[in-house]
């Protein structure tokens, strides 16, 4: 089995054919996908998000130094650190494809509804939790009066 194999590359090599590497992903495509879906804005929002809890964290930090610190924040910091981990999982042409669906019709749509669709999938998943919990609760309470 192994000779067929090596006989077959071997063949392959001689007739000129060499099996497909896919390109590696650009920083420019990456960069151009974080654009186009709004990385960097939902980044942002999600740190808007948790703002209340760190505020929390630091009760008696005056809302000044919120409003500084939150001037300071860069989104693209963010997307400094995210290119490189795209450019290891995704070809250039994964990211041409991604692009060209992001930029149509369909794609707009999508990514003006994601914010939407993540935020009542992240209720149903809390509440899917909450049943799962309610759940194992009962079984406890079950086993613990019926032993």
């Known amino acids: 089995m192994k000779k067929g194999l090596m006989a077959m590359l071997a ?4 007739l000129g054919l ?3 590497v896919a390109a590696p992903a650009t920083e420019k495509s990456v960069r151009e996908l974080m654009e186009v879906t709004g990385a960097g804005d939902a980044g942002m929002q999600m740190l ?4 209340p809890a760190l505020k929390q964290m630091a009760p008696n930090a005056p809302d000044e130094f919120w409003e500084e610190f939150m001037a300071e924040v860069d989104p693209d910091s963010m997307i400094d650190l995210i290119v490189p981990i795209y450019q290891r ?7 041409q494809a991604a692009i060209d669906f992001y930029t149509s019709p369909a794609g707009k749509r999508f990514i003006a509804k994601q914010g939407v669709v993540m935020q009542e999938s992240m209720q149903a998943g809390q509440q899917w939790g909450e049943q799962i919990a309610r759940r194992a609760i009962e079984r406890l309470q079950q086993r613990s009066a019926n032993p």
Do not use: K
Not at 11 to 14: F, K, N, T
Not at 48 to 51: A, D, E, F, P, Q
Not at 89 to 95: G, M, R
């Open 11 to 14: 063949l392959a090599m001689a």
């Open 18 to 20: 060499q099996p497909a």
């Open 48 to 51: 808007n998000g948790i703002l």
């Open 89 to 95: 999982h995704y070809s250039e042409e994964d990211l």
